[in-house]
T-cell receptor, first 110, second 111 residues
Framework: DADVTQTPRNRITKTGKRIMLECSQT?????MYWYRQDPGLGLRLIYY???????NKGEISDGYSVSRQAQAKFSLSLESAIPNQTALYFC?????????FGQGTRLTVV | RKEVEQDPGPFNVPEGATVAFNCTYS??????FFWYRQDCRKEPKLLMS???SGNEDGRFTAQLNRASQYISLLIRDSKLSDSATYLC????????????FGTGTKLQVIP
């Protein structure tokens, strides 16, 4: 089983719809992250959380929200999806400096 | 300015060549550094840690220069399978150790 699991793996949604991307990890780490990746822009941090009661905005948090339901779970929501949120989304967890990624969610907003 | 910066490339090199990537970081509180590899449409995976004294893993050598705030990755005898994007990572010190990624350098090894 993967250390970090993201669901769904692929999703096509319409503009204006609410969508949630889920992430769970079995590493037992406190720190979790959500990134998006666009061609030519690399990984950009959306939100991060250092424990269950800690939520921090990353560099591109507008239009997104997160929930840290438990140490192992960190979900990302798009309240009203727009086409420029079409991207590859990665969840990650880190411990002792090393990051472990989920396999990514390819989201398309039409 | 981004905290961690890399030349996006692409670096197109022939098989067998030696290629080097540099990465600069702006946060002097960064304490630990890593190189990650990302294949197309896949998640990034840890390639190697970077130690102050420099370290080697087979054909890969990583170096850290704290005075100039950069790290490097050297790949010798490039293989076709080395084609990927290489991400530089810095870990900040302190109670909350935030992992910061560079945007990556794309390497294409050509037959």
């Amino acid at each position: 089983d993967a250390d970090v699991t993201q669901t769904p793996r692929n999703r096509i949604t319409k503009t204006g719809k609410r969508i949630m991307l889920e992430c769970s990890q079995t590493k037992g780490h406190d720190r979790m992250y959500w990134y998006r990746q666009d061609p030519g822009l690399g990984l950009r941090l959306i939100y991060y959380s250092f424990d269950v009661k800690d939520i921090n905005k990353g560099e591109i948090s507008d239009g997104y929200s997160v929930s840290r339901q438990a140490q192992a779970k960190f979900s990302l929501s798009l309240e009203s999806a727009i086409p420029n949120q079409t991207a590859l989304y990665f969840c990650a967890t880190s411990g002792q400096g090393k990051a472990f990624f989920g396999q990514g969610t390819r989201l398309t907003v039409v | 300015r981004k905290e961690v910066e890399q030349d996006p490339g692409p670096f197109n090199v022939p098989e067998g060549a030696t290629v080097a990537f540099n990465c600069t970081y702006s946060n002097s509180a960064s304490q630990s550094f890593f190189w990650y590899r990302q294949d197309c449409r896949k998640e990034p995976k840890l390639l190697m840690s970077v130690y102050s004294s420099g370290n080697e893993d087979g054909r890969f050598t990583a170096q850290l220069n704290r005075a100039s705030q950069y790290i490097s990755l050297l790949i010798r005898d490039s293989k076709l399978s080395d084609s990927a994007t290489y991400l530089c990572v810095a870990l900040n010190s302190g109670g909350y150790q935030k992992v910061t990624f560079g945007t990556g350098t794309k390497l294409q090894v050509i037959p």
